[in-house]
């Protein structure tokens, strides 16, 4: 069985079709990379399965439970996991108290169910245990007293990771992981995805504009252009395939095959706003 699944999800706004009934399964234990140019409707489709937006048609499924009427709380506690573009931590607060909140958040314990100080206590000595776990599993054990607001940027986003493993997350949706980094902070996020990928119960989705990035980590490409689902498939017959070239490369199809058969290297698209429509 597919872990999450998209069918026919379909958003309008007017008479604008920003998503176009795409129909997708995403496996477990596979990193699929979402790609297209801007306006294609990428972080629209991720809105739409994580319920920041409301679909106006079709259904996300999670190992077989329709999630379609669920709001984005819900579908976090599901297994939905979402890490955005900015960060949304809460930067009054410790890197600890963080993940100690996700933690708790989670699951059941004796914080839940009023028994005596004793037990309540203990049951928060143990959340703060697997908080302090997860924090050295992302590289962040050395900061767990600083508070958010003061973290560099790489930082924050790797307490965002931090964070969705405290959840639990099944499915981990990263929309362009490395946005605003420098380069000594991007290795860093990219490692964590890593680590994420050995795991086989979980599934990633990356909307990525790098398309280095693309090649190393994805196992899976599919394409979004005018919000309709154009390609799927292996990166090496995605990226190499004419209408790839010419919906998302800005490459026209006749000129994807030059005369000794060898698809042209892709370049990007110029990069735009961050904003809803991509």
Known sequence: MSLLATH????????????NGVTCAFQ????TAIVGPNGAGKTTYFNLISGQLKATGGRVTLDGHDLSGMPASERTRAGLGRAFQLTNLFPRLTVLENVRLAVQ????????????????WSDHR???????????????????????????????????????????????????PTAGMNAAEAPVILNL???????????????????????????RIIVLHNGALVADGEPAEVIASPIV?????????????????TPPQPGLPPRGGRSEDK
């Open 8 to 19: 026919d999800l379909t958003v309008r706004f007017g008479g604008h079709v920003a998503v």
């Open 28 to 31: 477990p234990g596979t990193l």
């Open 105 to 120: 958040a989670s699951g059941d314990g004796k914080h839940r169910r009023g028994l005596n100080l004793w037990s309540i």
């Open 126 to 176: 143990e959340l703060i245990e697997r908080a302090e776990r997860i924090l050295v599993t992302v590289g962040m054990s050395g900061k767990q007293g600083e508070l958010v607001a003061s973290l560099p940027h790489g930082d924050q986003r790797k307490l965002e990771v931090a964070l969705l493993m405290a959840l639990g997350s099944q499915v981990f949706m990263f929309d362009e």
């Open 193 to 219: 995805i890593r680590k994420l990928k050995e795991d086989p119960s979980k599934t990633i989705l990356l909307v990525e504009h790098k398309m280095d990035v693309v090649r190393e980590l994805a196992d």
């Open 245 to 261: 070239q010419e919906a998302y490369l800005g490459v026209s199809a006749q000129a994807a095959s030059s005369q000794d058969g």
